[in-house]
T-cell receptor
Framework: DGGITQSPKYLFRKEGQNVTLSCEQN?????MYWYRQDPGQGLRLIYY???????QKGDIAEGYSVSREKKESFPLTVTSAQKNPTAFYLC?????????????FGPGTRLLVL | AQSVSQHNHHVILSEAASLELGCNYS??????LFWYVQYPGQHLQLLLK??????LVKGIKGFEAEFIKSKFSFNLRKPSVQWSDTAEYFC???????????FGSGTRLQVQP
């Protein structure tokens, strides 16, 4: 059963704490993406990766970090520098980012601040 | 800057009514256009896409969209909605030189039985 998995479904963060959201895909896609979804604002791009060991900042990268050590994994860390982390985080992948490829989305992680 | 505008934030329709959701993008070059849907509690999934060719594209579940280049628009339509179409709909586009989608703010559709 191919697809994108994200864990956990819900995540709670305390003030000053870094938290890491997991994203795994078994679609053999080269490109992976992280978006943040806020009510009334649609999805905004945080980071993307076109290939292993490479990633680029998106529109709202401040306060976030990523790594891409394996093709199938693209974890996102929400650092203490992100002052408004409460949101729904969506991971996506596509065959590549070199052309107009369809992006496939995971189920999302909802991050809440305690 | 590349952007997408969805003018209808919340639409309420009765079953069997016709639907048209507006989407306008700001970008002067070649674009690839998408409509995604997010049903309650489910993944964001692709409804339809336009890359090239016939500007009228058909997607899943009876949805269609028309690309009108002169109007920078890609409106979503369905002749007769069902209660199961209740969801949030997102327009998105991919402009040349950009590696990820630019999304609109979404339209929440509520279909009343």
């Amino acid at each position: 059963d191919g697809g994108i998995t994200q864990s956990p479904k819900y995540l709670f963060r305390k003030e000053g704490q870094n938290v890491t959201l997991s994203c795994e895909q078994n679609l053999n896609h080269d490109a992976m993406y992280w978006y943040r979804q806020d009510p009334g604002q649609g999805l905004r791009l945080i980071y993307y990766s076109q290939i292993v060991n490479d990633f680029q900042k998106g529109d709202i990268a401040e306060g976030y970090s990523v790594s891409r050590e394996k093709k199938e994994s693209f974890p996102l860390t929400v650092t203490s520098a992100q002052k408004n982390p409460t949101a729904f985080y969506l991971c996506a992948s596509s065959i590549s980012s070199a052309g107009p490829e369809t992006q496939y989305f995971g189920p999302g992680t909802r991050l809440l601040v305690l | 800057a590349q952007s997408v505008s969805q003018h209808n934030h919340h639409v309420i329709l009765s079953e069997a009514a016709s639907l048209e959701l507006g989407c306008n993008y700001s970008y002067g070059g070649t674009v690839n256009l998408f409509w995604y849907v997010q049903y309650p509690g489910q993944h964001l999934q692709l409804l339809l896409k336009y890359f090239s060719g016939d500007p009228l594209v058909k997607g899943i579940k009876g949805f269609e969209a028309e690309f009108i280049k002169s109007k920078f628009s890609f409106n979503l339509r369905k002749p007769s909605v069902q209660w199961s179409d209740t969801a949030e709909y997102f327009c998105a586009f991919l402009g040349m030189g950009r590696r990820a989608l630019t999304f609109g703010s979404g339209t929440r559709l509520q279909v009343q039985p």
